[in-house]
């Protein structure tokens, strides 16, 4: 009889460094759900990155808009974590420490991510029509509040 796998280990979320940034670019072109920005620019906000073993297994891009309010601007994990905690861990470190307000854009098309921001505490609140591209595509606005 086989030895039972044991659970995941949950992945250690610290901030993103220069030095991760070409796992972000792999993480993200494997990853067509997610925005497509120049990553590099993600080092202007606050960069998250979920280590999982000896690999950046997925990050966590937000900034704050204005007192008491904030957005998350891009989240994804490589296909091969995903379904292991890691962007639950990356969320809960951020939601952890943050108060009041926090925005997000989900793809309609993308009931899964909105039923995983749901089950965090995320609800919808309203549409952007067309504001995806390839293809185009309505957002749905979800908020989280924190006290």
Known sequence: MAAPTPPPSIPLVRRGEPSDLDAIRTIQKASPEAAHWDVSEYLHHDLRVAVHGARIAGFLVTRTLAPGE??????????????????????????????????????ASNEAAQEFYKSLGFKAVTQRREYYSSPMETAIVMKFHSC
């Open 70 to 107: 904030s957005e998350i601007l891009n989240l994804a994990v490589a296909p091969e974590s995903r379904r292991h905690g890691v962007a639950r861990a990356l969320l809960a470190a951020y939601l952890r420490h943050v108060t009041g307000e926090v925005y997000l854009e989900v793809r």
